[in-house]
């Protein structure tokens, strides 16, 4: 459960760096994330699988100059940056609930400034906070998911959507990980083609339905292999 102190402290410095018409925009996404999504979700979704390979970096970074990556692994390191200037968990108001479940974030930011964040899992406690929904991933045999992602407005069509994916998959492809998973909403064709500049395969189309505690979950294998 998100704390009221933590969404009190969220929305005030909304407020103070971004206005009163983007705080109300902030307000209606979090009921229907965090609130609605609890008792009602229903969509359509493409399921993307990573083999581990090496990518050319240089081919995927943003385009903008003077942006920092951080690793962020615990609620220490979250605090340690927020005392250096970069604050992620003001960004995420269920950061540190993801952390403390053992979920990974890796974030960008410009000056201090953060552009861009998204989380790994390498357990199914964590795909719990970073992904919930059902698809398969076998973290026993070195298999992990992605998921989570976000570009903050201003900073969208930069490119941090693609160079987060491939920071994410090499952040996993240094530690063992030889395969990655996540699913991305048929109609969110902006994911879809930063996805499909690091070529991976869409093993299925899914589709979701909760209402209250039923849920129905169904995957359709495809009859190709790659995302174009």
Known sequence: ????????????????????KILLGRGLNFLRYYVIRKFFRSGSYYLYEHVMEAKLESDLVPRIDNFTSHVV??????????TDGFDLLLQFVD????????????????GQELAHA???????????????????????NK????GAAYTKPKYRGKGFMAYGYYKRLEYL???GIVKSRNAVRISNIASQKAIAKL???????????????????REMPLTYASHS
């Open 199 to 217: 070529e991976p395969n869409i093993y299925a189309r899914a589709r979701y339905l909760k209402i209250l505690c039923w849920e129905f979950w």
């Open 118 to 140: 998204g989380w790994v899992a390498l357990t199914e406690a964590a795909k719990k906070q970073v992904d919930p929904l059902p698809y398969h991933v076998d973290f026993l």
């Open 73 to 82: 692994s615990s609620r220490q390191e979250a605090d340690k940056l927020a």
């Open 1 to 20: 459960m998100i704390s009221p102190g933590v969404l009190f402290k969220r929305a005030r410095h909304v407020f103070k760096n971004e206005g009163f």
């Open 173 to 175: 492809r240094e530690r």
């Open 143 to 146: 298999e992990a998911c992605t």
């Open 95 to 110: 950061a540190v609930r993801r952390l403390e479940k053992g979920a990974i974030g890796l974030c960008f930011f410009v």
